[in-house]
């Protein structure tokens, strides 16, 4: 398996959290799937509130 964060649903959970959709708009089913998903909005997240000094 490839590393986690160049999955493209890692990717797209990323892409998601900056086109400012929720959490729970993850659109896949499968645990590992939304797992991923779920990771890459997180992340994002978590990179905007230190920019913004959250």
């Known amino acids: 398996m490839p590393e986690p964060d160049k999955t493209k ?7 998601a959290r900056l086109d400012r959709k929720e959490l ?3 659109p896949y089913g499968s645990k590992i799937h939304k797992t ?13 509130n230190k920019r913004m000094g959250c």
Do not use: H, P
Request: with cysteine.
């Open 9 to 15: 649903e890692y990717k797209q959970g990323r892409q």
């Open 24 to 26: 729970d708009s993850c």
């Open 36 to 48: 991923l998903w779920k990771a890459g909005w997180n992340d994002t997240d978590k990179e905007i």
